[in-house]
């Protein structure tokens, strides 16, 4: 248990690299763009970054493709038939079936290479796994990844506002709380004394009670009157919740975060539809990997400082909206964790999750024309990355 929990922390902590890569990106780039000659960043170079990224990507594959599968595997096992209990036989069966499962997920990116690009698909690249079989399994992965993303954003837009509107109070301008709370009061009062006359006298003959035109038999009463007082007692929460909350929480900060919002979803939207228009004319080229990058030289954004800062809010919105998106599907919503009560095989699944969400971030930003930044490393060698159809695709879906 403990060391799949080990592997867990090791994803969630290569999945928070991996969402924080292009921001941090893109801030340092401004910062050697604003101060080329200072002492202070002579540390920070292309190559350091162009390092991290690489890394970021072995790390990535690592956590997807032997970290997560390993803890996974280790829970389930409980070592040969024969063998004694313990720590040791479990450890052996988990590597044995990892190595089997390996070998059967290379042949099979073989045989997909292979049919995808019959001039790369020659036996020496069967034993080339570093620089063409993990490249092309996480090209595979990745596309998942934008997809779930373009699932994902969506619905998270929509949930966030919707969360929103749980938390903070809309404008109360042309209402009396005072007044509505105590005639709800009264209304709970006057069902619940209802409700206790009923079960107190339990009358055989008692007449029928109409309700919302219909008459209601002696064994319906008691379930009405339940129903009614369930209503008030939560009419009389959400009032009272409302009354504790600040009059600037009412009249002031609804209105703040709506816009807000509001306004980063539409910068979201106006930068795609520009990236779209760009593309279908002509004047943007695919997300390719560029050799020839040398950070600092010149700034990502043509507002400078400021589009940098709206580039990184973005990118965290994104996020955002990605994770809260994900657990608001019906399916994925039954693994959301809970504080002291995630099963083991529920918190591997969502640390994979996470890991594919915030290593396809880079990919979508970059395909969607919200930042300029060139991917680097192996990030920027994935394949469908070259695909002007599927580019264009995921623009017009998440548009």
Same mark, same amino acid.
Not at 305 to 327: D, F, H, K, Q, R
């Given at each position: ?16 690299? #991996? #969402? ?5 990106? @893109? ?18 170079? #292309?190559?350091?970054? %162009? +390092? ?7 790390? @990535? ?11 996974? *595997? ?9 063998? /004694? ?11 044995? @079936?990892?190595?089997?499962?390996? #070998? ?15 001039? /790369?698909?020659?036996?020496? /690249? ?18 998942? +990844? ?20 749980? *938390? ?13 709370? $105590? ?6 009062? =006057?069902?619940?004394? %209802? ?18 035109? /219909?008459?209601? %038999? ?28 600040? %009059? ?32 279908? =004319? ?14 600092? $030289? @010149? ?7 400021? +589009? ?13 909206? =990605? ?19 995630? &099963? ?14 915030? =290593?396809?971030? &880079? ?37």
């Amino acid at each position: 248990m403990r060391i799949s929990l080990w592997c867990c922390s090791f994803s969630l902590a290569v999945s928070v690299g #991996a #969402a924080l890569l292009l921001p941090i990106s @893109t801030i340092s780039n401004e910062i050697l763009h604003h101060y080329p000659r200072s002492w202070y960043v002579k540390w920070l170079n #292309a190559s350091l970054i %162009q +390092g991290i990224w690489n890394l970021m990507f072995t790390l @990535t594959n690592l956590a997807l493709f032997a970290c997560l599968p390993f803890a996974y *595997l280790l829970c389930e096992s409980e070592g040969f038939i024969g063998a /004694q209990r313990g720590l040791l036989p479990r450890a052996k069966e988990t590597f044995v @079936t990892l190595l089997l499962l390996s #070998a059967l997920v290379l042949g099979i990116t073989f045989v997909l290479s292979a049919i995808l690009d019959r001039d /790369q698909g020659t036996i020496s /690249q069967l034993y080339n796994i570093y620089s063409y079989h993990l490249p092309f399994l996480y090209s595979c992965v990745s596309i998942v +990844g934008v997809l779930l993303l373009l699932a994902c954003t969506p619905l998270g837009f929509v949930r966030l506002f919707s969360l929103v509107g749980d *938390l903070v109070t809309r404008p109360q301008f042309m209402r009396d709380l005072e007044e509505e709370h $105590q005639v709800a009061r009264l209304e709970e009062e =006057s069902v619940s004394r %209802q409700l206790t006359n009923y079960r107190t006298a339990r009358l055989v003959n008692m007449a029928p009670l109409l309700a919302d035109g /219909q008459l209601l %038999q002696n064994g319906e009463l008691e379930e009405y009157l339940e129903k009614n007082l369930n209503v008030a007692k939560e009419k009389v929460k959400v009032l009272e919740k409302t009354r504790s909350r600040s %009059q600037w929480n009412r009249t002031l900060f609804w209105p703040s975060a709506f816009i807000i919002l509001l306004g980063l979803t539409g910068i979201c939207l106006y930068l795609v539809s520009i990236n779209i228009m760009l593309l279908m =004319s002509g004047w943007r080229e695919l997300p390719t990997h560029t050799a020839n990058f040398d950070l600092g $030289q @010149t700034s990502l954004s043509a507002l400078g400082v400021l +589009g940098v800062i709206v580039e990184v809010v973005i990118i965290g919105y994104l996020l955002v909206t =990605s994770i809260v998106g994900l657990y608001s599907i019906p399916v994925i919503n039954k693994i959301l964790p809970k504080p002291r009560d995630t &099963p083991i095989s529920h918190l591997i699944l969502n640390c994979g999750l996470f890991v594919i969400l915030s =290593s396809a971030l &880079p990919l979508l930003v970059k395909v969607l024309g919200i930042t300029n930044f060139d991917l680097l490393g192996n990030y920027g060698k994935i394949k469908w990355l070259r695909s002007y159809v599927i580019i264009l695709f995921v623009n017009l879906v998440f548009e």
